[in-house]
Protein backbone atom coordinates (compact mmCIF):
# COMPACT_ATOMS: atom_id res chain seq x y z
CA UNK A 1 0.00 0.00 0.00
CA UNK A 2 1.38 3.79 -0.88
CA UNK A 3 1.83 6.45 1.60
CA UNK A 4 1.55 8.75 -0.96
CA UNK A 5 -1.21 11.30 -0.32
CA UNK A 6 -2.55 10.86 -3.25
CA UNK A 7 -3.21 7.35 -2.72
CA UNK A 8 -5.06 8.00 0.43
CA UNK A 9 -8.93 9.03 1.25
CA UNK A 10 -9.27 11.58 2.87
CA UNK A 11 -11.80 13.35 5.40
CA UNK A 12 -12.66 17.08 4.25
CA UNK A 13 -14.34 19.40 5.94
CA UNK A 14 -15.22 22.08 4.12
CA UNK A 15 -16.41 25.33 5.61
CA UNK A 16 -18.75 27.46 2.68
CA UNK A 17 -22.19 29.03 3.86
CA UNK A 18 -23.15 29.16 -0.20
CA UNK A 19 -25.52 26.36 -0.28
CA UNK A 20 -24.55 26.45 -4.46
CA UNK A 21 -20.98 26.85 -4.27
CA UNK A 22 -20.93 23.96 -1.68
CA UNK A 23 -22.97 21.54 -4.03
CA UNK A 24 -20.48 22.52 -6.42
CA UNK A 25 -17.07 21.34 -3.58
CA UNK A 26 -18.90 18.33 -3.48
CA UNK A 27 -19.14 17.63 -6.59
CA UNK A 28 -15.74 17.73 -7.36
CA UNK A 29 -14.71 16.42 -4.50
CA UNK A 30 -16.78 13.16 -5.38
CA UNK A 31 -15.19 13.26 -8.74
CA UNK A 32 -13.10 9.69 -9.26
CA UNK A 33 -10.12 11.56 -9.81
CA UNK A 34 -10.46 12.95 -6.23
CA UNK A 35 -10.00 9.86 -4.71
CA UNK A 36 -13.72 10.00 -3.50
CA UNK A 37 -13.30 11.58 0.07
CA UNK A 38 -15.39 11.79 2.72
CA UNK A 39 -17.03 15.19 3.23
CA UNK A 40 -18.05 17.29 5.78
CA UNK A 41 -19.85 20.64 5.62
CA UNK A 42 -20.12 23.86 7.83
CA UNK A 43 -21.65 27.14 6.83
CA UNK A 44 -19.45 29.20 9.49
CA UNK A 45 -16.12 28.72 11.12
CA UNK A 46 -18.42 28.66 14.12
CA UNK A 47 -20.10 25.85 13.22
CA UNK A 48 -16.80 23.74 11.37
CA UNK A 49 -15.35 24.48 14.86
CA UNK A 50 -17.97 22.55 16.66
CA UNK A 51 -17.59 20.05 13.80
CA UNK A 52 -13.84 19.78 14.36
CA UNK A 53 -14.29 19.30 18.09
CA UNK A 54 -16.34 16.16 18.08
CA UNK A 55 -15.20 15.10 14.34
CA UNK A 56 -11.53 14.62 12.75
CA UNK A 57 -10.90 16.01 9.44
CA UNK A 58 -7.89 15.56 7.61
CA UNK A 59 -7.75 18.90 5.66
CA UNK A 60 -10.16 22.17 5.83
CA UNK A 61 -11.00 23.91 2.86
CA UNK A 62 -12.26 27.14 4.09
CA UNK A 63 -13.79 30.21 1.91
CA UNK A 64 -12.24 33.25 3.38
CA UNK A 65 -16.08 35.11 3.07
CA UNK A 66 -17.33 33.75 6.15
CA UNK A 67 -20.58 34.79 8.25
CA UNK A 68 -19.05 35.26 11.26
CA UNK A 69 -15.22 35.79 10.19
CA UNK A 70 -13.63 37.28 7.36
CA UNK A 71 -10.39 37.09 5.39
CA UNK A 72 -6.81 36.89 7.30
CA UNK A 73 -9.03 37.24 10.73
CA UNK A 74 -10.85 33.83 9.71
CA UNK A 75 -7.46 32.12 9.57
CA UNK A 76 -5.99 33.36 12.66
CA UNK A 77 -9.77 32.24 14.62
CA UNK A 78 -9.06 28.89 12.97
CA UNK A 79 -5.37 28.35 13.78
CA UNK A 80 -6.09 29.94 17.53
CA UNK A 81 -8.17 26.97 18.00
CA UNK A 82 -7.14 24.65 15.33
CA UNK A 83 -2.99 24.97 15.31
CA UNK A 84 -1.75 21.93 12.91
CA UNK A 85 -4.72 20.92 10.90
CA UNK A 86 -4.17 20.97 7.37
CA UNK A 87 -5.76 24.42 5.90
CA UNK A 88 -6.87 25.07 2.40
CA UNK A 89 -8.09 28.39 1.98
CA UNK A 90 -9.76 30.22 -0.81
CA UNK A 91 -12.11 33.44 -1.90
CA UNK A 92 -14.27 33.43 -5.11
CA UNK A 93 -13.28 37.06 -6.17
CA UNK A 94 -9.83 37.91 -7.30
CA UNK A 95 -8.19 39.45 -4.16
CA UNK A 96 -4.68 38.09 -4.32
CA UNK A 97 -3.88 40.35 -1.03
CA UNK A 98 -6.86 39.05 0.84
CA UNK A 99 -5.28 35.30 -0.26
CA UNK A 100 -1.30 36.14 0.61
CA UNK A 101 -2.66 37.67 4.50
CA UNK A 102 -4.20 34.01 4.69
CA UNK A 103 -0.97 32.30 4.03
CA UNK A 104 0.83 35.19 6.51
CA UNK A 105 -1.46 33.86 9.12
CA UNK A 106 -1.02 29.89 8.82
CA UNK A 107 -2.81 28.74 5.68
CA UNK A 108 -1.03 25.83 4.08
CA UNK A 109 -2.43 26.59 0.96
CA UNK A 110 -4.75 28.92 -1.59
CA UNK A 111 -6.71 28.06 -4.54
CA UNK A 112 -7.43 30.80 -7.00
CA UNK A 113 -10.98 30.75 -8.28
CA UNK A 114 -9.58 29.65 -12.15
CA UNK A 115 -8.14 27.02 -10.48
CA UNK A 116 -10.59 24.42 -8.96
CA UNK A 117 -10.90 21.56 -10.85
CA UNK A 118 -9.88 18.04 -9.32
CA UNK A 119 -6.36 17.66 -10.11
CA UNK A 120 -5.51 21.42 -8.48
CA UNK A 121 -7.84 21.03 -5.61
CA UNK A 122 -6.21 17.49 -5.04
CA UNK A 123 -3.02 18.71 -4.80
CA UNK A 124 -3.59 21.64 -3.05
CA UNK A 125 -4.92 19.58 0.07
CA UNK A 126 -1.99 16.65 -0.28
CA UNK A 127 0.12 19.46 -0.41
CA UNK A 128 -1.63 21.37 2.68
CA UNK A 129 -1.81 17.40 4.78
CA UNK A 130 2.06 17.03 4.26
CA UNK A 131 2.89 20.61 5.69
CA UNK A 132 0.44 20.18 8.72
CA UNK A 133 2.40 16.98 9.20
CA UNK A 134 5.80 18.44 9.13
CA UNK A 135 7.39 20.42 12.40
CA UNK A 136 8.38 24.16 11.63
CA UNK A 137 12.07 24.76 13.66
CA UNK A 138 10.73 27.94 14.68
CA UNK A 139 8.37 31.14 14.82
CA UNK A 140 8.47 34.07 12.66
CA UNK A 141 7.43 37.37 14.16
CA UNK A 142 7.70 41.19 13.53
CA UNK A 143 9.50 42.94 16.18
CA UNK A 144 13.45 42.63 17.34
CA UNK A 145 13.11 40.87 20.31
CA UNK A 146 13.07 37.41 21.54
CA UNK A 147 10.80 35.37 23.70
CA UNK A 148 12.10 31.31 25.03
CA UNK A 149 10.18 28.99 22.15
CA UNK A 150 9.05 26.97 25.05
CA UNK A 151 6.99 30.17 26.41
CA UNK A 152 5.71 30.82 23.00
CA UNK A 153 4.16 27.01 22.58
CA UNK A 154 2.98 26.30 25.94
CA UNK A 155 0.86 29.66 25.64
CA UNK A 156 -0.24 28.99 22.13
CA UNK A 157 -1.48 25.73 23.85
CA UNK A 158 -3.55 27.43 26.72
CA UNK A 159 -4.65 30.05 23.97
CA UNK A 160 -6.07 27.39 21.48
CA UNK A 161 -8.03 25.19 24.77
CA UNK A 162 -9.93 28.34 26.49
CA UNK A 163 -10.40 29.60 22.76
CA UNK A 164 -11.39 27.09 21.20
CA UNK A 165 -13.92 25.74 23.95
CA UNK A 166 -15.14 29.14 24.27
CA UNK A 167 -16.28 28.88 20.81
CA UNK A 168 -17.83 25.70 21.38
CA UNK A 169 -19.88 27.11 24.17
CA UNK A 170 -20.73 29.36 22.76
CA UNK A 171 -22.28 27.51 19.57
CA UNK A 172 -24.54 25.71 21.50
CA UNK A 173 -25.97 28.59 23.98
CA UNK A 174 -29.52 30.36 22.33
CA UNK A 175 -29.07 34.24 21.45
CA UNK A 176 -30.54 34.93 24.55
CA UNK A 177 -29.22 33.22 27.04
CA UNK A 178 -27.53 35.50 29.80
CA UNK A 179 -24.48 33.56 29.72
CA UNK A 180 -23.51 34.62 26.07
CA UNK A 181 -22.15 38.23 27.49
CA UNK A 182 -19.58 36.44 29.62
CA UNK A 183 -18.63 33.98 27.27
CA UNK A 184 -17.90 37.04 24.45
CA UNK A 185 -15.96 38.55 27.28
CA UNK A 186 -13.88 35.85 27.43
CA UNK A 187 -14.04 34.72 23.69
CA UNK A 188 -12.87 38.55 22.99
CA UNK A 189 -9.98 38.66 25.34
CA UNK A 190 -8.49 35.12 23.94
CA UNK A 191 -8.77 36.55 20.54
CA UNK A 192 -6.82 39.35 21.88
CA UNK A 193 -4.19 37.41 24.08
CA UNK A 194 -3.97 35.07 20.70
CA UNK A 195 -3.04 38.06 18.36
CA UNK A 196 -0.11 39.96 20.96
CA UNK A 197 1.15 36.09 21.48
CA UNK A 198 2.07 36.94 16.91
CA UNK A 199 3.80 39.38 18.21
CA UNK A 200 6.13 37.55 20.67
CA UNK A 201 9.49 36.22 18.11
CA UNK A 202 10.41 33.25 19.85
CA UNK A 203 14.38 31.47 20.06
CA UNK A 204 14.30 29.15 17.04
CA UNK A 205 14.14 25.48 19.07
CA UNK A 206 13.95 22.51 16.69
CA UNK A 207 12.16 20.07 19.06
CA UNK A 208 8.96 22.52 19.78
CA UNK A 209 6.55 22.69 16.55
CA UNK A 210 5.82 26.79 17.47
CA UNK A 211 4.78 27.68 13.80
CA UNK A 212 4.35 26.38 10.51
CA UNK A 213 6.11 27.08 7.11
CA UNK A 214 3.25 28.85 4.34
CA UNK A 215 3.53 28.49 1.31
CA UNK A 216 1.64 29.68 -2.14
CA UNK A 217 0.61 27.47 -4.43
CA UNK A 218 -0.13 29.10 -8.32
CA UNK A 219 -2.58 26.78 -9.69
Known amino acids: MSDHPS ?11 S ?6 WHALLLDPRATGHDIGLARSLREALHHLSVRHADVVLMNLTLPDYKGADAVQAFRTTM ?3 PLVVYHPGDDEALLLAAVR ?3 HEILFPFAFDAASVRMAMNAATVRGQQPASHT ?4 GTTTPARTVHDL ?3 LTSINGFTDVL ?5 ADDPRRPLLEQIRDSGRQAAALLKLLPAVPARSLPTARHSAVTTL
Open 140 to 143: FTAV
Open 105 to 107: YGA
Open 19 to 24: EQRAAR
Open 156 to 158: NNA
Open 170 to 174: LGRLP
Open 83 to 85: PNC
Open 7 to 17: ASRLTVLIIEP
